[in-house]
């Protein structure tokens, strides 16, 4: 796998690709993911869930179901404080106490197929199931929404009787929760302008994150009103914060435990079965563990939004873009909270245009409320883009990474809602790409063609604690709060070696839960490498601090007297006697000069933007004539990285990107019937790609260090996922001619097309006859 | 509740007796009555191969076979893969090339890709992608996957 190095490696660790911490217990299957716990007396919790996409409950009845042996308890939203509806700052996002509990357990109305209506706790899981087909529901059907567009128009169902938006007004409900929009420049001026304009309308489906492990958490309840939750989730904090106010209950008194995690890709940043688990094991006073089946997955948790796009975009025949606009609806599902903002934000800032006009609408539909999904709301908003200035590139007959490039963010370039990018790699990424073997060799062969597109995300940064012991063999360990969801560990370990001067398997990296370390936000955004590295690279350089007191102490001089590097102490030889010490002998006199060295840091290193990273990604499709299918015959992916800590996680962010925006551009979506019931709840008719489906991914680290943090990190996990579906519907443009304008491009989509292109040519061509 | 059958078997060389329900799933059977949690659940419909274990050999969706039918049979699951305190070539060559992130699809991939390696030794990449096409991984793109597998089979090879 390539390298382009731009930082020089100045490191010991960093950059080193060691074997990670974590890894033995997890090729043995000894490490313990969300379903692995197992507790004395335990029961097991069942979830019963709405038929109907939109309906009112009249009633619940569940005297039979309590009358089963082995049933212990049941739970619906009655036993829910009524939340506050106001959104409230909780972690890093904006979230409504009470939208947020009427998810967990439905209130009133149910909003989606899937939604949580009551929940069972019994001695069996089968018992538990049969519970639940013993509690009668009375259901009064309402007419589904299901898409925005359906959602937007004068007179559709209201889903949210309360909801309102600034535009409308007060007094006129509506499914439409906000409308942001973003302006520079004179747009109509930019248009005329430009010698070649093109205007395209855009649709995508409703995808899921896919993460192989369902949603699984243990709840256990003490009498005196504290509790535990284990469970799988990228944030620990987080889940802390949102169960709490859920259940009404103080922060402090609930400890979450996160386990190891099977995947989440944003899916995990929210709350589901952990309030459910926590109020059935209050009511039985037993250890409750509730897990969700595959189908319940994509059912009910985050899927990311289906969204409508309309692009406008023109360029002079040089190739200069004169003005974009942009016009996105973004399904949230069943509550306020789709990712149109970060959508918005990003969906054309990799390019410096004069003149722009952005709009995102965030609106209610019937369909489970959506959740992060790698780079929230950015790859649906790309493939528009991506695929227009594709055209517009052929229209004025310049190379597409070219008109990429021209354009490119770079340094200093205003981001559309404001702020101004600092050292980026943009351009460099995109050049990479351009001087890539794969972009240089040839593509030969019938129905075959090559396409790019580029992407970018904007990394989040947020907050995170660190501390780090020194141990009197003169080891160390490292916590976080981060859960390690991708080999974070290794990069943990890493950084703090590096710092102290250790060999890596001196170091362990440890996962703290909610009562043993400070707050940390959510393992999400691209965000641990950066926040948490930083914050573990501040607490390692608080033990170097201490060290050299140590050291001063004993050498009687001063620690600006004492220089650290790689493990030795020493007194700086201009001013002193030379006297040195390592690390571990040192350690070895904790005890005689001050007791165990303890490292604290936490660090806020803002929201988003933290450090930006973009990719620019190659593909060869080759597309069958007689069925539709597309295979990928080679895929190459260039991304600015920034100090790669350790490369082949790196590399292995990339590909895993990668793969799913090919399954998000090919296979996957959700098929809901007429009544707003989702008909592929399962991973053979929801379809992401195996390895049969997938070549190898080529991958092109660019490293352009990120200015604001010490090593230069950006988050690198996110991107990748954004290019591939626009790279791919323009690589089967030039295998077919035909232009894909809605996701998936799936074999009976392509097949539709292909033959209207078939028919119309065969029209144009009887018609010039 | 159910009557519960007493199933004889044998689990990683280990002679084992169990009760179980007749509708208890062998995945099942193994996590929630053994405790041996290596094995993993993803779908319970045999999409995704996180349970997969060796069954006489063969490689098995352990959630669609019953604990019932484990009578008589020989399983082996990921908690037998290494050998006392060495580790099967493909753990390590799984750790070498960084082929597991989230690391739950690992145990069925490792249990696949042994099966594989008993089967077809020096396997191609295409024989490799062919028969892991029933285990899914969502982390990694299965580059670094097919790579370990190849790597142990040169090694061994
Ligand atoms: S759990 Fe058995 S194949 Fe998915
Ligand atoms: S490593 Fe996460 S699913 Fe494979």
């Given at each position: 796998?390539?390298?382009?190095?731009?930082?020089?490696?100045?490191y010991?660790?960093?950059?080193?690709?060691p074997?990670?911490?974590?890894?033995?217990?997890?090729?043995?299957?000894?490490?313990?993911?969300?379903?692995?716990?197992?507790?004395?007396?335990?029961?097991?919790?069942?979830?019963?869930?709405?038929?109907?996409?939109?309906?009112?409950?009249?009633?619940?009845?569940?005297?039979?179901?309590?009358?089963?042996?082995?049933v212990?308890?049941?739970?619906t939203?009655?036993?829910l404080?009524?939340a506050?509806?106001?959104?409230?700052?909780?972690?890093?996002?904006?979230?409504?106490?009470?939208?947020?509990?009427?998810?967990?357990?439905?209130?009133g109305?149910?909003?989606?197929?899937?939604?949580?209506?009551a929940a069972?706790?019994?001695?069996?899981?089968?018992i538990?199931?049969?519970a639940?087909?013993l509690?009668?529901?009375?259901?009064?059907?309402?007419?589904?929404?299901?898409?925005?567009?359906e959602?937007?128009?004068?007179?559709?169902?209201?889903?949210?009787?309360?909801?309102r938006?600034?535009?409308?007004g007060?007094?006129?409900?509506?499914?439409?929760?906000?409308?942001?929009?973003?302006?520079?420049?004179?747009?109509?001026?930019?248009?005329?302008?430009?010698?070649c304009?093109i205007?395209?309308?855009?649709?995508?489906?409703?995808?899921?994150?896919?993460?192989i492990?369902?949603?699984?958490?243990?709840?256990?309840w003490?009498?005196?009103g504290?509790?535990?939750?284990?469970?799988?989730?990228?944030g620990?904090?987080?889940?802390?914060?949102?169960a709490?106010?859920?259940?009404?209950?103080?922060?402090?008194?609930?400890?979450?435990?996160?386990?190891?995690i099977?995947?989440?890709?944003?899916?995990?940043?929210?709350?589901y079965?952990?309030?459910?688990a926590?109020?059935?094991?209050?009511?039985?006073?037993?250890?409750?563990?509730?897990?969700?089946?595959?189908?319940?997955?994509?059912r009910?948790?985050?899927?990311?939004?289906g969204?409508?796009?309309?692009?406008?975009i023109?360029?002079?025949k040089?190739?200069?873009?004169?003005?974009?606009?942009?016009?996105?609806?973004?399904?949230?599902?069943?509550?306020?909270?789709?990712?149109?903002?970060?959508?918005?934000?990003?969906?054309?800032?990799s390019?410096?245009?004069?003149?722009?006009?952005?709009?995102g609408?965030d609106?209610?539909v019937?369909?489970?409320?959506?959740?992060?999904?790698?780079?929230?709301?950015?790859?649906?908003?790309?493939?528009g883009?991506?695929?227009?200035?594709?055209?517009?590139?052929?229209?004025?007959?310049?190379?597409?990474?070219?008109?990429?490039?021209?354009?490119?963010?770079?340094?200093?370039?205003?981001?559309?809602?404001?702020?101004?990018?600092?050292?980026?790699?943009?351009?460099?990424?995109?050049?990479?790409?351009?001087a890539?073997?794969?972009?240089?060799?040839?593509?030969?062969?019938?129905?075959?063609?090559?396409?790019?597109?580029?992407?970018?995300?904007?990394?989040?940064?947020?907050q995170?604690s660190?501390?780090?012991?020194?141990?009197q063999?003169?080891?160390?360990?490292?916590v976080?709060?981060?859960?390690?969801?991708?080999?974070?560990?290794?990069?943990?370990?890493?950084?703090?070696?590096?710092?102290?001067?250790?060999?890596?398997?001196?170091?362990?990296?440890?996962?703290?839960?909610?009562?043993?370390?400070?707050?940390t936000?959510?393992?999400?955004?691209?965000?641990?490498?950066?926040?948490?590295?930083?914050?573990?690279?501040?607490?390692?350089?608080?033990?170097?601090?201490?060290?050299?007191?140590?050291?001063?102490?004993?050498?009687?001089?001063?620690?600006?007297?004492?220089?650290?590097?790689?493990?030795?102490?020493?007194?700086?030889?201009?001013?002193?006697?030379?006297?040195?010490?390592?690390?571990k002998?040192?350690?070895?006199?904790?005890i005689?000069?001050?007791?165990?060295?303890?490292?604290?840091?936490?660090?806020?290193?803002g929201?988003?933007?933290?450090g930006?990273?973009?990719?620019?990604i190659?593909?060869?499709?080759?597309?069958?004539?007689?069925?539709?299918?597309?295979?990928?015959?080679?895929v190459?992916?260039?991304?600015?990285?920034?100090?790669?800590?350790?490369?082949?996680?790196?590399?292995?962010q990339?590909?895993?990107?990668?793969?799913?925006?090919?399954g998000?551009?090919?296979n996957?979506?959700?098929?809901?019937?007429?009544?707003?019931?989702?008909?592929?709840?399962?991973?053979?008719?929801?379809?992401?790609?195996?390895?049969?489906?997938?070549?190898?991914?080529?991958?092109?680290?660019?490293?352009?260090?990120?200015?604001t943090?010490?090593?230069?990190?950006?988050?690198?996990?996110?991107?990748?996922?954004?290019?591939p579906?626009?790279?791919?519907?323009?690589?089967?443009?030039?295998?077919?001619?035909?232009?894909m304008?809605?996701?998936?491009?799936?074999?009976?989509?392509?097949?539709?097309?292909?033959?209207?292109?078939r028919?119309?040519?065969?029209?144009?061509?009887?018609?010039?006859? | 509740?159910?009557?519960?059958?007493?199933v004889?078997?044998?689990?990683?060389n280990?002679?084992?007796?169990?009760?179980?329900?007749?509708?208890?799933?062998?995945?099942?059977?193994?996590?929630?009555?053994?405790?041996?949690?290596?094995?993993?659940?993803?779908?319970?419909?045999?999409?995704?191969?996180?349970?997969?274990i060796?069954v006489?050999?063969?490689?098995?969706?352990?959630c669609?076979?019953?604990?019932?039918?484990?009578?008589?049979h020989k399983l082996?699951?990921?908690?037998?893969?290494?050998?006392?305190?060495e580790?099967?070539?493909?753990?390590?060559?799984?750790?070498?090339?960084?082929?597991?992130?989230?690391?739950i699809?690992?145990?069925?991939?490792?249990?696949?890709?042994?099966?594989?390696?008993?089967?077809?030794?020096?396997?191609?990449?295409?024989?490799?992608?062919?028969?892991?096409?029933?285990?899914?991984c969502?982390?990694?793109?299965?580059?670094?996957i097919?790579?370990a597998?190849?790597?142990?089979?040169r090694?061994?090879?």
């Amino acid at each position: 796998m390539a390298v382009k190095k731009e930082a020089h490696h100045k490191y010991r660790v960093v950059g080193t690709r060691p074997i990670r911490p974590d890894g033995i217990e997890k090729v043995t299957g000894r490490a313990l993911y969300g379903a692995d716990y197992y507790f004395p007396g335990m029961l097991f919790g069942k979830i019963l869930r709405s038929p109907y996409a939109h309906a009112r409950i009249k009633s619940i009845k569940f005297d039979k179901a309590l009358k089963l042996p082995g049933v212990r308890a049941i739970v619906t939203a009655d036993d829910l404080p009524e939340a506050d509806r106001k959104p409230q700052q909780m972690g890093e996002q904006q979230v409504s106490p009470y939208y947020l509990s009427c998810n967990v357990l439905a209130r009133g109305k149910v909003l989606y197929d899937g939604h949580p209506v009551a929940a069972v706790a019994a001695t069996s899981p089968h018992i538990a199931e049969e519970a639940l087909r013993l509690i009668e529901v009375d259901y009064e059907p309402l007419e589904p929404v299901m898409t925005a567009d359906e959602a937007m128009k004068p007179g559709a169902p209201i889903l949210i009787d309360d909801l309102r938006n600034q535009e409308e007004g007060p007094d006129q409900p509506t499914n439409v929760a906000t409308h942001l929009q973003f302006k520079r420049g004179d747009l109509a001026a930019g248009f005329d302008a430009a010698d070649c304009v093109i205007e395209r309308e855009f649709r995508t489906a409703t995808v899921h994150q896919g993460y192989i492990e369902p949603h699984a958490s243990v709840g256990i309840w003490n009498p005196d009103g504290h509790a535990t939750v284990y469970t799988c989730t990228q944030g620990s904090f987080t889940v802390r914060t949102l169960a709490t106010k859920v259940l009404g209950m103080p922060e402090g008194n609930l400890k979450v435990v996160p386990s190891e995690i099977g995947g989440g890709f944003g899916g995990k940043t929210t709350i589901y079965c952990e309030p459910i688990a926590l109020l059935l094991a209050k009511k039985t006073g037993h250890p409750v563990k509730v897990t969700m089946s595959r189908s319940e997955v994509l059912r009910a948790t985050g899927p990311t939004s289906g969204i409508h796009e309309r692009v406008k975009i023109g360029v002079t025949k040089e190739g200069r873009i004169t003005a974009a606009q942009v016009w996105m609806a973004y399904e949230a599902g069943a509550f306020p909270g789709s990712p149109m903002a970060p959508g918005a934000m990003t969906v054309i800032t990799s390019y410096d245009i004069p003149n722009l006009l952005i709009d995102g609408y965030d609106v209610v539909v019937n369909r489970p409320k959506t959740c992060a999904y790698r780079a929230p709301g950015a790859t649906a908003a790309a493939f528009g883009v991506e695929t227009v200035l594709d055209e517009l590139a052929e229209q004025i007959g310049i190379d597409p990474l070219d008109l990429r490039i021209m354009n490119g963010a770079h340094e200093g370039t205003q981001q559309p809602f404001g702020p101004v990018f600092k050292r980026i790699g943009f351009i460099e990424t995109c050049e990479a790409l351009k001087a890539s073997e794969h972009y240089n060799s040839k593509l030969t062969g019938a129905n075959r063609g090559r396409g790019v597109a580029a992407g970018f995300w904007f990394n989040a940064g947020f907050q995170s604690s660190a501390s780090v012991y020194v141990n009197q063999d003169g080891t160390a360990s490292v916590v976080t709060g981060s859960v390690d969801i991708g080999g974070s560990r290794a990069s943990m370990a890493m950084i703090a070696a590096e710092v102290l001067g250790l060999p890596i398997d001196e170091v362990r990296p440890v996962v703290a839960d909610t009562d043993s370390i400070g707050y940390t936000d959510v393992t999400a955004g691209s965000r641990v490498t950066f926040a948490t590295g930083m914050a573990v690279y501040n607490a390692a350089q608080d033990v170097v601090r201490q060290l050299k007191e140590r050291a001063a102490k004993m050498w009687e001089c001063t620690p600006d007297d004492v220089e650290f590097d790689n493990g030795v102490l020493r007194t700086r030889g201009d001013v002193l006697q030379p006297q040195q010490l390592t690390l571990k002998e040192l350690a070895a006199r904790f005890i005689r000069t001050g007791g165990p060295v303890v490292g604290r840091a936490s660090v806020s290193t803002g929201g988003a933007g933290a450090g930006p990273a973009f990719a620019a990604i190659c593909v060869d499709v080759e597309v069958d004539p007689d069925t539709g299918k597309v295979q990928i015959l080679r895929v190459t992916i260039a991304q600015d990285v920034g100090t790669a800590i350790h490369p082949s996680y790196v590399e292995g962010q990339l590909q895993g990107g990668t793969a799913q925006g090919i399954g998000w551009a090919l296979n996957e979506e959700y098929v809901y019937d007429s009544k707003g019931v989702l008909r592929n709840t399962g991973l053979l008719d929801y379809r992401m790609p195996t390895c049969l489906d997938l070549p190898a991914i080529e991958t092109i680290l660019v490293e352009v260090p990120n200015p604001t943090h010490p090593l230069g990190v950006r988050g690198v996990g996110e991107v990748s996922i954004v290019p591939p579906p626009a790279a791919i519907a323009n690589a089967i443009y030039r295998a077919t001619g035909v232009r894909m304008r809605e996701l998936p491009m799936s074999p009976p989509r392509l097949m539709k097309a292909l033959q209207e292109h078939r028919n119309s040519r065969e029209g144009q061509a009887a018609a010039g006859r | 509740m159910a009557k519960r059958t007493l199933v004889e078997t044998v689990i990683n060389n280990e002679p084992v007796e169990l009760l179980c329900e007749p509708r208890q799933s062998l995945l099942e059977v193994l996590r929630d009555e053994l405790h041996m949690t290596g094995t993993k659940e993803g779908c319970l419909t045999g999409d995704c191969g996180a349970c997969t274990i060796l069954v006489d050999g063969r490689p098995v969706c352990s959630c669609l076979m019953l604990g019932v039918e484990a009578q008589g049979h020989k399983l082996e699951t990921i908690e037998g893969l290494a050998t006392g305190a060495e580790l099967h070539p493909l753990q390590r060559k799984f750790l070498e090339h960084a082929s597991l992130q989230c690391g739950i699809c690992t145990p069925g991939f490792l249990m696949s890709a042994k099966a594989l390696l008993d089967k077809i030794p020096r396997p191609t990449e295409a024989e490799v992608r062919y028969h892991l096409a029933g285990n899914l991984c969502r982390c990694t793109g299965y580059d670094k996957i097919v790579r370990a597998v190849l790597d142990a089979a040169r090694e061994s090879g």
